[in-house]
Each structure stands twice: as C-alpha cells, then as structure tokens.
C-alpha cells in the first residue's frame, strides 16, 4: 500500500492525484515549485519503475512543466530527483527566474523555505488548477 513519506506530508500541501503521481506544492512561496510522488510502494529510483510507469511519469512531467513555465511565465525550469533526505521517488518541479534569490545555482541551502500564507496558499491552488487539469 502506498505511504507518503512522513517528510513530503510534512513539508508540502495536497493539490490532489494524477494518473500515477501524488502532487504535492512545496510549502515555500518563494518558487513555483511542485513535487510528482509515483503513488506506488517501495519506489526508490525511476527504474524501478516498469517502462509503462516510466513513460507515464515522464509524460505527466512533461506536462507540469510546460503547464508552470507558461502559468509563471519562467526563464528555466529545474527538475530534480534527488532523494538524499527523502528515499521516496518524487520529481521536484521548480519554476526559476533569472535573478530569483538562488540564481544560477541550485534553490537547496539558499535560504530558508518561506510557508505560504493561507490565503496566498488559496490563490496559488486556484491559479495552478488548468495545470492540475493536464494531468487528470
């Protein structure tokens, strides 16, 4: 049965399920930024996916980043998958302006996350849902 690691529903907010993937907006406001978790037990790393599972992850990872570079209007999009702190499989999505407080270099570390206000919360759930849209 799929879980999602203690950390991600800690440090994210619920903007619902894709036809693979849990998405999940990281709790700082400072950079459009969205996490696909494959809601599947066990997964680690992208291979171990099965190559349907894969093709799919990247088609709906396609599909937000092109949906949040037109949405914010983004000079690059960064997409990650770590997993140093979270062995989770999950892909960060993260929208980047030329200029924003870490660029060039990567968003961790920079500066501390900066938690949505919960109207601010609202407003950008409201704004991402033709995005959320290309993934149902």
């Known amino acids: 049965m799929f879980e999602l690691?203690?950390?991600l529903?800690?440090?994210t907010h619920s903007l619902g399920r894709s036809g693979l993937c849990e998405i999940r907006l990281m709790n700082d406001c400072t950079w459009?930024?969205?996490i696909l978790v494959p809601a599947l037990p066990g997964i680690r790393e992208i291979y171990q996916l099965t190559p349907e599972q894969q093709v799919k992850l990247l088609q709906e990872s396609s599909a937000l980043s092109q949906g949040m570079m037109e949405l914010f209007d983004g000079d690059k999009m960064n997409v990650a998958a770590l997993g140093n702190m979270v062995p989770q499989l999950h892909l960060h999505h993260i929208v980047r302006f030329e200029g924003d407080p870490a660029w060039p270099g990567p968003?961790?570390?920079k500066q501390a996350a900066v938690p949505y206000g919960e109207e601010e919360l609202?407003?950008?759930k409201a704004k991402l849902q033709p995005v959320l849209?290309?993934?149902a």
């Open 5 to 7: 690691h203690e950390r």
């Open 9 to 11: 529903e800690v440090d």
């Open 32 to 34: 459009p930024w969205i």
């Open 107 to 109: 968003v961790w570390g």
């Open 122 to 124: 609202e407003r950008v």
């Open 133 to 135: 849209k290309l993934l």
